[in-house]
C-alpha cells in the first residue's frame, strides 16, 4: 500500500493506481493528541479520542511508501501534519527497545517504508537544516527505511507529486 498525506488538496494530480491512498488532511477533523497514553493503557493500538485521525493512523502503519506533502512552518511541520504524525502514536507499543543504540519503542505491525517529503514554501536554510535533522531523527520512531525530502516552492507542489507518483509507478 502507498500513502499519500498532504495538508492541503493536491489539486489536479490525477490517481489512478489502485493500492495509493490520498488523505487530504485539510479537509479532516483531527484533534491534538492529550496525552493520556490510552492507545497504550485503556485501548491498545486505537486512540481514545473519536475524529477523523483513527482511519488514518492505520494507513501509515500499513504502507510501504509514503509521500508526506507539509508547508514548514519554524524548521518543523506544519501544525495539521504535525498534529496528525502526533496522533498516529497508536501505531507504536508503550514498550521500549534498543535500535541501533538508542532506545526506541516496539511497532506494532508497522511496515518498513520508503519515504519521500515534500516541504513546501518560503524556507530559509536554517529552517531546511532543522527540517533536515527532526525528520533524520524521527525516521527510526516511524519506520522509514529510506526517506528523502524535496524543498520546492508552493507553486511546485503538484510537479512533484506527480514525479513521486511516476517513480512509485516503475
Known amino acids: 500500500m502507498k500513502l499519500i498525506m498532504s495538508d492541503r ?3 489536479n494530480v490525477r490517481l489512478t493506481a489502485s493500492d495509493v491512498i490520498y488523505v487530504d488532511l485539510s479537509s479532516k477533523k483531527i484533534a491534538n493528541c492529550v496525552g493520556c497514553f490510552g492507545c497504550w493503557t485503556k485501548t491498545p ?8 485521525a483513527t482511519e488514518i493512523y492505520p ?7 509514503v509521500l508526506y506533502v507539509s508547508r514548514i512552518k519554524y524548521g518543523g511541520y506544519d501544525s495539521i501534519m504535525k498534529t496528525m504524525l502526533e496522533r498516529s502514536i497508536p501505531v507504536q507499543q508503550a514498550f521500549i527497545r534498543i535500535y541501533n543504540g538508542e532506545t526506541h519503542h516496539v511497532q506494532r505491525d508497522v511496515q518498513l517504508k520508503d519515504a519521500t517529503i515534500i516541504a513546501y514554501g518560503d524556507i530559509s536554510d536554517e529552517e531546511k537544516d532543522i527540517f533536515k535533522d527532526m ?3 524521527n525516521a527510526n520512531n516511524v519506520n522509514f527505511e529510506n526517506y528523502r525530502i524535496v524543498f520546492v516552492s508552493e507553486d511546485m507542489v503538484e510537479q512533484k507529486i506527480k514525479e513521486v507518483l511516476e517513480e512509485w509507478g516503475r
Open 135 to 137: 525528520v533524520a531523527r
Open 9 to 11: 488538496s493536491i489539486g
Open 45 to 52: 493500538g486505537k486512540c481514545v479520542i473519536r475524529d477523523d
Open 59 to 65: 494507513y501509515i502503519a500499513k504502507s510501504n511508501k
